[in-house]
């Protein structure tokens, strides 16, 4: 027992110091480097197609991967929900690519990034190749949870911008559209620290989402949620060509396709919304 001690404390010592290391740098022991090679998604007509074949998705949402990749201790969970995933034959996962002035934000204020939080998306993405998933990375949240529209106005308000307290002045104030196509300019162009690849340039990600869940409310017309749109995906594709481009709409009909307002939901608040699916999503034609 005595002579045994000797030897067993430093076997101990030792891996749990090996424990250690792997749980702070786990990452350079993944050579993401080596990811499987995937291919762009492009359309033709109403197919998705990769490599000349048609892609039929099998998508889920995980809104949380960015959030739980900051945390040393949370991040095996998106390993363990990407391998789930692929092994139930899953290929496109949602997740956001935002985090506003919140808790572990990734934009704490317009323009200024969390380096920190900026390599938890590095390594969701990195992930993501590895098990051959691909994402769907929303760019702004419509509702107030990890910061969205709010925050967005608020951080003008802050900076001494005069504008409406309303949350659509998202879409109007030309202050926030500038914070906003800032963002997305920081994220297309961010280099991953893992694979070395651009985000524009990483066929890992499926496609850019604009806003997750769009409304705007103040302009029943859907007017100026439609100005928004154009402006914002010209942006896009102005800076990645690659990717495919979606808006994040819920799906609801609005005036400008009367035909279709018997499909939405009972009454008439979801034609109200200032949201159209098919006006929204045409002048797009990406
Ligand atoms: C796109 O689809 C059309 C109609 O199915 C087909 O004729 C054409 O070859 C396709 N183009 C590509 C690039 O796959
Ligand atoms: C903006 O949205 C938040 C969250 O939904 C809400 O609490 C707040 O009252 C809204 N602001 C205005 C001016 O309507």
Redesign the pocket.
């Known amino acids: 027992m005595v002579a045994g001690n000797g030897v067993f404390y430093p076997i101990i010592g030792f891996a749990s110091c090996v424990a250690f290391i792997y749980m702070s740098f786990g990452d350079l022991w993944v050579n993401y480097h080596e990811e499987p090679e995937l291919s762009f998604v492009q359309r033709n007509g109403t197919h998705f197609m990769v490599d000349g074949r048609i892609f039929y998705i099998n998508g889920w949402n995980s809104y949380w991967f960015l959030d739980h990749a900051v945390d040393e201790y949370r991040r095996p969970r998106i390993r363990a929900m990407l391998q789930a995933g692929a092994k139930m034959g899953l290929t496109v996962c949602r997740t956001w690519a935002f985090n506003d002035g919140a808790y572990n934000a990734l934009q704490i204020s317009p323009g200024r990034y969390d380096e920190r939080v900026f390599k938890a998306l590095d390594h969701v993405i990195a992930e993501a190749g590895q098990h051959g998933i691909r994402l769907l990375l929303s760019l702004v949240n419509n ?2 949870a990890y910061g ?3 925050q967005y ?1 608020q951080w003008a308000w802050e900076e001494g911008v005069g504008l ?4 659509d002045s998202f879409f109007y104030d030309p202050s926030i559209r500038h914070y906003f196509k800032n963002h997305v300019k920081t994220l297309l162009t961010r280099k991953n620290t893992l694979t070395g690849i651009q985000y524009r340039d990483d066929p890992t990600i499926f496609g850019w989402e604009l806003i997750n869940e769009p409304r705007c409310m103040t302009d029943r017309s859907g007017n100026s949620l439609q100005d928004w749109i154009e402006e914002m995906s010209t942006f896009v594709k102005s800076i990645d060509k690659k990717h495919l481009l979606t808006v994040g709409l819920e799906g609801f009909y609005g005036p400008k396709s009367p035909k279709r307002l018997t499909v939405n939901p009972p009454g008439d608040w979801a034609a109200n919304l200032g949201s159209d699916f098919i006006r929204n999503s045409n002048p797009l034609n990406h």
């Open positions: 509702l107030q969205g529209k709010t106005v409406s307290s309303s949350n």
